[in-house]
């Protein structure tokens, strides 16, 4: 699966429209997610912290969440866009991971400049998966 460029941008357009919702009110340090699912439906997300900081959710958790509740589990690319391309925290890739290690990750800056086109199992080498339960999970 290859995406052109139009798609890239496309996918970081959206997740940096989104990421004009962001509630940062404490760190001020916005996130917009956008991802596409295999069956092509999107869904974009956005951090959103709390007074109680651990209550903050990330936004690709955000948008991976949304997707899963409206029954899609499939994701062949999440994009994500911050003021300086920074790349997604730990246990965003765990998320991540939990859907596929193929996914495309897109990684933009606030200007909408792609920075790193990378996977999830990239991301997250010798991830621990849901195979590693010995289960076989529907997706
Ligand atoms: N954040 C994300 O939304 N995604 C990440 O992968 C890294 C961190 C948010 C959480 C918090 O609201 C802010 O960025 C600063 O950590």
């Known amino acids: 699966m290859s995406l052109t460029k139009h798609e890239k941008q496309a996918l970081i357009d959206l997740a940096n429209t989104a990421r004009q919702r962001a509630y940062a009110p ?23 912290e709390n007074a109680a900081y651990p209550q903050t959710m990330c936004a690709e958790r955000v948008a991976i969440f949304k997707a899963v509740s409206e029954g899609e589990k499939e994701f062949e690319v999440i994009t994500i866009v911050t003021d300086n391309g920074g790349s997604p925290c730990g246990g965003c890739r765990q998320v991540m991971a939990e859907f596929g290690l193929d996914t495309i990750i897109l990684l933009a800056d606030g200007n909408g400049k792609l920075v790193k086109q990378t996977t999830v199992g990239e991301l997250l080498p010798e991830a621990f998966t849901p195979e590693q339960l010995g289960k076989q999970v529907s997706k």
């Open 26 to 48: 404490y760190s001020h340090y916005s996130v917009g997610a956008a991802l596409r699912t295999k069956t092509g439906r999107l869904f974009t997300g956005v951090n959103v």
